[in-house]
């Protein structure tokens, strides 16, 4: 079951926190938060989001990759199908992360 919590913003605006927390065995499973401008759309997305985890593999995680696979992936340069070197990857890196 999800609980809305409301706030005020620094500007005056009503702000609405939808949080979802999954407990199984008295431990915490799954926690999430949404935090939405309107009450009314923030209790849809919880009653949309715990339909979401009630399905069946709706609580699975995916697999966290082995250190090797993530550097093979961020190794090879996605436009030119090569290996990058150490310096080539590094700046690559970069410039993606200042993207972001």
């Known amino acids: 079951m999800g609980t809305i919590v409301g706030r005020t913003r620094k500007d005056g605006s009503k702000a609405f926190t939808a949080q979802i927390v999954i407990k199984k065995d008295r431990v915490i499973v799954h926690r999430e938060a949404e935090t939405i401008d309107r009450k009314q759309a923030a209790n849809a997305w919880i009653v949309k989001r715990e339909a979401e ?48």
């Open 53 to 100: 985890l009630k399905r069946p593999h709706g609580l699975r995680q995916k697999e966290d990759p082995t250190l090797a696979a993530v550097i093979d992936r961020l190794s090879w340069h996605p436009e030119s199908d090569r290996l990058l070197h150490r310096r080539e990857m590094m700046r690559w890196a970069q410039s993606v992360i200042s993207r972001a």
